[in-house]
């Protein structure tokens, strides 16, 4: 049985829903905030009592263009994640797109200082649900298809591995509209693909297929689009089953190590090293290993 079920749409045939959502006093002044049930039919979150999460934005016919309510929505997924310390997050799209990027039309309906005023509380709120899980031990999977923009290229750089289907095209699309980047969409591009590269990519919108996204790193691999769904599961499941704290720590010592000297880093390298050895998932790692038999890490419980 699972342990929380949210943004299940209607006859969505789940056992159970839940509003995690931040609640009315959260929300901005902004003129098109909808209920929170909104949320959860924007964005929807499945957690496993192993310890899995599903993700799934939940706007196919519209793209999963991601309006506030969307991204209200993933700050909501982001922290339910958070709280039920969860083993590894699978982060999926419906429809034939992963996400193109913001909800211009929406945006379109406001002007100036109300404009202004909507597009902070939208990048709060997706910057938020970014910052949560970026912090958690859990590792993220992405599974993108179809067209990936703005965003879009945002989310799917976020995960940790990050499936193409054959089918993907990524655009940077934000200046074609007169917008800058953001969903850490200038930070991360130049790490992944590096500083010119990203700036071509992020100046000119030019369309990058999947074979080109896996040769410059933008993504992890491609696989065929009829495969996407099962190969993500069963990365997402090989992760859920390994050292959620070691991957935990494994992932910030990556991210740190990007601006870090070498010798902080080395001493970041050791800290963490000797924690991990000392720890629940290092002694059942290493007795596995002696007994020459698989590990079991998911007997120790992982934490937020």
């Keep these: 049985m699972d342990r929380a079920v949210t943004g299940a749409g209607p006859g969505a045939g ?41 993700v799934t934005l939940r ?39 992963f996400c193109v990027g913001g909800d211009l039309g929406e945006f379109s309906r ?27 031990d859990a590792p993220m999977v992405a599974a993108v298809q179809g067209a990936v923009a703005g965003a879009g290229i945002g989310l799917a750089a976020a995960a940790d591995v990050t499936l193409a289907a054959d089918n993907v095209t ?10 800058s980047p953001d969903a850490g969409v200038s930070w991360r591009l130049p790490r992944l693909v590096g500083p010119k590269r990203a700036v071509e990519l992020l100046l000119t919108n030019r369309r990058v297929p999947a074979a080109e996204a896996a040769t410059i790193g933008l993504v992890s691999r491609v696989v065929a689009f009829g495969e996407l769904a099962a190969e993500a599961e069963r990365t997402a499941e090989a992760l859920r089953r390994g050292p959620t704290s070691a991957f935990g720590a494994t992932r910030r010592l990556v991210a740190s190590g990007q601006t870090a000297d070498l010798t902080r880093h080395l001493d970041e390298e050791a800290r963490a090293l ?31």
Excluded: M
């Design 59 to 97: 706007r196919g016919q519209a793209g999963n263009a991601i309006d506030l309510e969307t991204a209200r929505g993933l700050l909501d997924a982001a922290r339910a994640c958070e709280r039920a310390a969860v083993r590894a997050v699978l982060l999926t799209g419906e429809g034939k797109s």
């Design 110 to 136: 406001l002007s100036g200082e109300a404009l202004e005023k909507h597009l902070v509380a939208v990048t709060d709120a997706l910057h938020d649900a970014l910052r949560t899980f970026a912090s958690i």
């Design 14 to 54: 789940h056992p159970a829903t839940a509003d995690v959502g931040a609640g009315a006093a959260d929300r901005a002044k902004t003129g098109v905030s909808r209920p929170a049930a909104d949320r959860a039919r924007s964005v929807g979150v499945e957690i496993q009592d192993d310890g899995l999460a599903r």
């Design 274 to 304: 000797a924690a991990a050895a000392a720890s629940d998932e290092g002694r059942e790692g290493v007795a596995a290993f002696l007994d020459k038999r698989g590990p079991d890490f998911t007997r120790i419980p992982s934490r937020s």
């Design 170 to 179: 990524f655009t940077a699309a934000y200046t074609g509209v007169g917008y």
